[in-house]
C-alpha cells in the first residue's frame, strides 16, 4: 500500500498540520475540527487501516449463527450468503468493545426473526482496545472501511445505498456518521445507540453523528448525563431526526444493582462487570434488541422534558402518532420533516424492556377513608398486574387519574378490576366502590368501565363495560 505522509506549513507558520493517505480510503488530517479544537485538543491522526484491522463478519437467514467473513471484494461477497435483494444492516460497536461480542449477534439474530437481511457486524477491536482519544479518530477509518464496502455493493452490484442501515454503538455510532458523510447521506439510515459525548459533544458536524448523514437517522440516549462529574459517556444533544430519552436519558432502570448481584448475572462475569462499568451505557443495544421483536412496546411520546413526561403531561400520542424507539422508528410519517424531534417514554429494568403506557382515570363511590387504590386491566392481547392510581382522601364522586407502563399488552380493555386498601383496622368494615373506571390507550381511544358496587378492603370489584 502506497503510503504518503506530509506536513503542511500553514501561513506564518503558526500552525502544522498533517495529513496521512491511503490509496483506498483517501486522507486523514488533524486540522480543525478533527483535531486542535477544544473538544479534542490532541493533534493526532487515526492510525492506518492496517492496524484498525476493520473485518466484517455477516450473518444471514441462511447463516444465523456462524459469520462467514467477507471483505470489500465483489468476489467474496458473490461467494458468501450475502443478497442483493436484501437490506443490508452493518453492526458497529464501540470503545474497549469487539465485533464478535453477543450484542452485536443478539441484534442479527432477533433481526432474522422478523425478516430477511445482510447482518453485518462490524469488528474493530483492534483499533478500539487503546487510549480512549485515539479510539475516537481511529472511528474515521472504521467509518471510511464501512463507506468503502458500501461504493463497492453499489459500484459492483447496483446495490442501493438506501437499502443500507448502519447501527453504531458508542464511538461506534460517530463511525457510522462518517460512514454516512462518506456516502454522501446517501444511505437509508443510521441508528446511534448512545453516540459518544467526550471528543464529540459540541464539535461540527463533519466530525460526528449528525442528521445530514443519512436519510434517516434515529438515536437512542441512555447515559446522557455529563462525562464530568457524572461519567455519563453519551451524548445529550440531539444528533438525529429522532432523538429518544428513555427513562429521561440518564439513570436506567435496574442500573443501580451492586457489584455483587452483577457478577452472579445469568450473563456471566464479563457481562457483569460491562454492566457494572457501563450499565447505562449498554443499555441503548438492548433496547434496540428487545425492539425489534415488540413493534409497539417502545412508544415515544412529544413532551418538553422527561420531568413533565413523568407528570403525565404528554399523553396520549398526537393525531400523527408516536414513533417507535428503536427498530420500528422508520415507520413514524413525520421521520424527517425536522431534525432533533424528541421523544420520552419507560422501559423495564430488565428484558423484556418493552412497556405499554395507560391512563386510568378512577371515580370513587361508597365511604371517605383514606388509603390506596389499584386497578388492573384485562384485554384481548392480555392482563396487566395491579397498578397504583392514588393514594390518600378517597372520596366518594372524587376522580383520581394515573398513567402507568405495562408490562404486558392489553389491546383493546374488555373489564377492569378494582382493588382498595389502607391496613387500618376499621370495625365498622368501610366499603368502597368505583362508580367509573375510564381506559385511555396511548392512540387516544378509551374504554369505559362501570359499577354500582362497593367492596371492603382488599377485596376485588370487577367493572363491566359500560
Ligand atoms: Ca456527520
Ligand atoms: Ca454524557
Same mark, same amino acid.
Given at each position: 500500500m502506497m503510503l504518503l505522509i506530509w506536513t503542511l506549513s500553514l501561513l506564518l507558520g503558526a500552525v502544522?498540520?498533517?495529513?496521512?493517505?491511503?490509496?483506498?480510503?483517501?486522507?486523514?488530517?488533524?486540522?480543525?475540527?478533527?483535531?486542535?479544537i477544544v473538544e479534542r485538543p490532541l493533534k493526532i491522526l487515526p492510525w492506518s487501516p492496517e492496524d484498525v484491522n476493520t473485518r466484517f463478519l455477516l450473518y444471514t437467514n441462511e447463516n444465523p449463527d456462524n459469520f462467514q467473513k467477507l471483505v470489500a471484494d465483489p468476489s467474496t461477497i458473490t461467494d458468501s450468503n450475502f443478497k442483493t435483494n436484501r437490506k443490508t444492516v452493518f453492526i458497529i460497536h464501540g470503545f474497549i468493545d469487539?465485533?464478535?461480542e453477543n450484542w452485536l449477534h443478539n441484534i442479527c439474530k432477533n433481526l432474522f426473526n422478523v425478516e430477511s437481511v445482510n447482518c453485518i457486524c462490524v469488528d474493530w477491536k483492534s483499533g478500539s482496545r487503546t487510549g480512549y482519544t485515539q479510539a475516537s479518530q481511529n472511528v474515521r477509518i472504521v467509518g471510511a472501511e464501512v463507506a468503502y464496502f458500501i461504493d463497492v455493493l453499489e459500484s459492483s452490484f447496483g446495490y442501493s445505498p438506501s437499502k443500507v442501515h448502519v447501527i453504531g454503538h458508542s464511538l461506534g455510532a460517530h463511525a457510522a456518521g462518517e460512514s454516512g458523510r462518506r456516502t454522501n447521506g446517501t444511505i437509508g439510515r443510521i441508528t446511534g445507540l448512545?453516540?459518544?459525548?467526550?471528543?464529540?459533544?459540541?464539535?461540527?458536524?463533519?466530525?460526528?453523528?449528525?442528521?445530514?448523514?443519512?436519510?434517516?437517522?434515529?438515536?437512542?440516549?441512555?447515559?446522557?448525563?455529563?462525562?464530568?462529574?457524572?461519567?455519563?459517556?453519551?451524548?445529550?444533544?440531539?444528533v438525529g431526526h429522532l432523538d429518544f430519552f428513555p427513562n429521561g436519558g440518564r439513570?436506567?432502570?435496574?442500573?443501580?444493582k451492586n457489584a455483587l448481584s452483577q457478577i452472579v448475572?445469568?450473563?456471566?462475569?464479563?457481562?457483569?462487570?460491562?454492566?457494572?462499568?457501563?450499565? *447505562?451505557?449498554?443499555?441503548?443495544? %438492548?433496547?434496540?434488541?428487545?425492539?425489534?421483536? *415488540?413493534?409497539?412496546?417502545?412508544?415515544?411520546?412529544p413532551c418538553a422534558s422527561y420531568s413533565v413526561f413523568s407528570a403525565n403531561k404528554c399523553f396520549p400520542c398526537p393525531s400523527e402518532g408516536c414513533p417507535?424507539?428503536?427498530?420500528?422508528?422508520?415507520?413514524?410519517?413525520?421521520?424527517? %420533516?425536522?431534525?432533533?424531534?424528541t421523544f420520552y417514554l419507560n422501559t423495564g429494568d430488565a428484558s423484556n424492556f418493552a412497556r405499554w403506557r395507560y391512563k386510568v382515570s378512577v371515580t370513587l363511590s361508597g365511604k371517605k377513608v383514606r388509603g390506596h387504590i389499584l386497578v388492573s386491566l384485562f384485554g384481548d392481547r392480555g392482563n396487566s398486574k395491579q397498578y397504583e392510581i392514588f393514594k390518600g382522601s378517597l372520596q366518594p364522586d372524587s376522580t383520581h387519574s394515573n398513567e402507568f407502563d405495562s408490562d404486558v399488552e392489553v389491546?383493546?380493555?374488555? %373489564?377492569?378490576?378494582?382493588?382498595?386498601y389502607n391496613n387500618v383496622i376499621n370495625p365498622t368494615l368501610p366499603r368502597v366502590g368505583a362508580s367509573k373506571i375510564s381506559v385511555e390507550l396511548n392512540d387516544g381511544k378509551v374504554f369505559n368501565f362501570c359499577s354500582q358496587e362497593t367492596v371492603r378492603e382488599d377485596v376485588l370489584l370487577t367493572l363491566a363495560p359500560c
Open positions: 502544522v498540520g498533517k495529513e496521512i493517505c491511503y490509496q483506498r480510503l483517501g486522507c486523514f488530517s488533524d486540522d480543525s475540527p478533527w483535531a486542535g469487539k465485533g464478535e448512545d453516540p459518544a459525548e467526550p471528543c464529540f459533544e459540541g464539535t461540527p458536524e463533519l466530525v460526528r453523528l449528525d442528521p445530514s448523514d443519512a436519510r434517516f437517522v434515529d438515536v437512542i440516549h441512555t447515559d446522557s448525563a455529563p462525562i464530568i462529574p457524572n461519567l455519563g459517556f453519551g451524548m445529550s444533544q440531539t439513570e436506567m432502570p435496574g442500573c443501580k448475572d445469568i450473563d456471566g462475569i464479563w457481562e457483569g462487570t460491562r454492566n457494572f462499568a457501563a450499565c *447505562n451505557h449498554l443499555r441503548s443495544y %438492548k433496547y434496540y434488541a428487545d425492539s425489534i421483536l *415488540n413493534p409497539d412496546g417502545f412508544a415515544g411520546f417507535q424507539m428503536g427498530h420500528y422508528a422508520d415507520r413514524f410519517p413525520g421521520k424527517t %420533516k425536522a431534525v432533533g424531534q389491546g383493546d380493555v374488555q %373489564k377492569v378490576k378494582f382493588i382498595w
